[in-house]
């Protein structure tokens, strides 16, 4: 039986018209594409998640500027592979330029980068890079600057279900067998492929090889389509940039008091089998979003925190989604974060000087107290269990931190003090 290629493989567009999704970039008229049609290639950087046709667009780049390609790896090549490339440029092999292709350039440090500068600044080469982590953390400086950046974003399912029906055809061109597959079939295919063609091709080209044709007619059911993409919900990974962005957009969630997105971004977390993530942000939001809006929301939540960590997965998903529901529709207050952040302001610009004298331990002057001036005055000694004395150090006497927010818990404890500080 004969190796037949990736169906991936077999379906690369071979033109910019051919690409599926990226019209931000790709459309006719935008400045992307109009840059690329011009003849002249820019040194350019693709950022974006896998399989959403950064290569594919690179390929064809080439293709159409008739350089010598050379497709490098950050994962794999050296600088003796760049040399080589650099040496052809001066040859008649790079008489129309030479263009580097250099796949996942954040595996490249810091000396391999910095071997590109000098012919990548004098256009003896031009270099097309990409990763699928953020450039701006991983590209060094120097080159990140002699470039320009593009984002290549995840697909919209129904790119995706484009591409399976495109292949659906090729596959039956291809084998000369009849491929019926069912459409909700096709759909959970590209749904499930989380905006990465190549991941639904591939689970595509695993069916089309496990189905047995009757009467000359591969059918595909839905029931078949799930057994081979039953791990293929959501991009995640622990420690790329899909990590933070889910985190952020978990927070932002819970902070922005949308319970349904909350719930959605957590389930993407727990099937990823993350545990610790999640609940962190959960007990952060706790202090940060909801803060003394209601101050027992710390409680509940870290107590949903440790029911999860006993419960393991899957049955963590109980309390942590109790708690995403009950932090996303709680009232919020961010006067926490704010009074800290102001005093930790003024700590970093070395205000705050020393203490007022009252406020020193008494333990350390014993009995010249009165002659130093101490003078402290014992709150509960008076009424209300409040008198009024300075606490801040003189330099800052009069500074306010703590401004109260506007929900019912703080605003009663603002009337309370008012009350007694006379202060209405």
Same mark, same amino acid.
């Given at each position: 039986?004969?190796?037949?290629?990736?169906?991936?493989?077999?379906?690369?567009?071979?033109?910019?018209?051919?690409?599926?999704?990226?019209?931000?970039?790709?459309?006719?008229?935008?400045?992307?594409?109009?840059?690329?049609?011009?003849?002249?290639?820019?040194?350019?950087?693709?950022?974006?998640?896998?399989?959403?046709?950064?290569?594919?667009?690179?390929?064809?780049?080439?293709?159409?500027?008739?350089?010598?390609?050379?497709?490098?790896?950050?994962?794999?090549?050296?600088?003796?592979?760049?040399?080589?490339?650099?040496?052809?440029?001066?040859?008649?092999?790079?008489?129309?330029?030479?263009?580097?292709?250099?796949?996942?350039?954040?595996?490249?440090?810091?000396?391999?980068?910095?071997?590109?500068?000098?012919?990548?600044?004098?256009?003896?080469?031009?270099?097309?890079?990409?990763?699928?982590?953020?450039?701006?953390?991983?590209?060094?400086?120097?080159?990140?600057?002699?470039?320009?950046?593009?984002?290549?974003?995840?697909?919209?399912?129904?790119?995706?279900?484009?591409?399976?029906?495109?292949?659906?055809?090729?596959?039956?061109?291809?084998?000369?067998?009849?491929?019926?597959?069912?459409?909700?079939?096709?759909?959970?295919?590209?749904?499930?492929?989380?905006?990465?063609?190549?991941? $639904?091709?591939?689970? =595509?080209?695993? #069916?089309?090889?496990?189905?047995?044709? &009757?009467?000359?007619?591969?059918?595909? @059911?839905? /029931?078949?389509?799930?057994?081979?993409?039953?791990?293929?919900?959501?991009?995640?990974?622990?420690?790329?940039?899909?990590?933070?962005?889910?985190?952020?957009?978990?927070?932002?969630?819970?902070?922005?008091?949308?319970?349904?997105?909350?719930?959605?971004?957590?389930?993407?977390?727990?099937?990823?089998?993350?545990?610790?993530?999640?609940?962190?942000?959960?007990?952060?939001?706790?202090?940060?979003?909801?803060?003394?809006?209601?101050?027992?929301?710390?409680?509940?939540?870290?107590?949903?925190?440790?029911?999860?960590?006993?419960?393991?997965?899957?049955?963590?998903?109980?309390?942590?989604?109790? $708690?995403?529901?009950? =932090?996303?529709? #709680?009232?919020?207050?961010?006067?926490? &974060?704010?009074?800290?952040?102001?005093? @930790?302001? /003024?700590?970093?610009?070395?205000?705050?000087?020393?203490?007022?004298?009252?406020?020193?331990?008494?333990?350390?002057?014993?009995?010249?107290?009165?002659?130093?001036?101490?003078?402290?005055?014992?709150?509960?000694?008076?009424?209300?269990?409040?008198?009024?004395?300075?606490?801040?150090?003189?330099?800052?006497?009069?500074?306010?931190?703590?401004?109260?927010?506007?929900?019912?818990?703080?605003?009663?404890?603002?009337?309370?003090?008012?009350?007694?500080?006379?202060?209405?």
């Amino acid at each position: 039986m004969m190796n037949k290629s990736p169906l991936a493989s077999l379906l690369r567009p071979e033109s910019l018209d051919d690409v599926f999704g990226q019209q931000q970039l790709l459309a006719r008229g935008q400045i992307f594409r109009e840059a690329i049609e011009s003849g002249k290639v820019p040194n350019m950087i693709f950022y974006g998640p896998s399989g959403v046709g950064k290569t594919t667009v690179a390929n064809i780049i080439a293709k159409n500027s008739n350089m010598q390609l050379y497709r490098l790896n950050g994962t794999s090549s050296s600088i003796a592979d760049i040399k080589s490339a650099i040496e052809d440029s001066k040859t008649l092999l790079g008489i129309n330029g030479v263009l580097i292709y250099l796949d996942e350039i954040q595996y490249f440090n810091k000396k391999q980068q910095q071997s590109l500068l000098e012919v990548v600044e004098n256009g003896d080469v031009t270099l097309i890079a990409s990763t699928t982590e953020n450039p701006y953390f991983y590209v060094y400086n120097a080159l990140l600057s002699r470039c320009t950046v593009f984002e290549f974003k995840a697909l919209d399912w129904e790119d995706v279900l484009s591409a399976v029906q495109r292949a659906i055809e090729k596959l039956s061109e291809s084998e000369g067998v009849q491929y019926s597959v069912d459409a909700d079939a096709q759909e959970h295919l590209a749904r499930s492929a989380g905006g990465d063609v190549r991941r $639904a091709l591939n689970a =595509l080209d695993f #069916l089309s090889v496990a189905v047995t044709p &009757v009467d000359n007619v591969k059918h595909i @059911s839905l /029931d078949q389509v799930k057994q081979v993409t039953s791990m293929a919900y959501g991009r995640y990974d622990k420690e790329g940039d899909e990590h933070f962005d889910l985190a952020s957009a978990l927070m932002k969630s819970l902070r922005g008091s949308d319970p349904d997105a909350a719930v959605h971004y957590l389930a993407r977390f727990l099937e990823a089998g993350d545990i610790i993530t999640p609940s962190r942000r959960l007990l952060c939001s706790a202090c940060e979003d909801i803060g003394l809006a209601h101050p027992q929301a710390i409680a509940v939540v870290n107590a949903c925190v440790q029911a999860a960590e006993h419960l393991g997965l899957p049955e963590a998903y109980l309390p942590l989604t109790e $708690a995403a529901i009950y =932090l996303a529709t #709680l009232p919020k207050s961010n006067s926490v &974060v704010a009074a800290y952040s102001d005093a @930790s302001s /003024d700590v970093k610009a070395g205000k705050g000087k020393g203490f007022p004298r009252s406020m020193q331990n008494v333990h350390y002057d014993s009995a010249e107290v009165k002659d130093k001036g101490q003078h402290y005055l014992y709150p509960h000694a008076f009424e209300n269990h409040w008198v009024k004395q300075q606490y801040l150090p003189n330099d800052l006497a009069d500074r306010q931190y703590y401004i109260p927010g506007d929900n019912r818990t703080e605003q009663a404890a603002k009337a309370y003090w008012d009350k007694i500080k006379n202060n209405k």
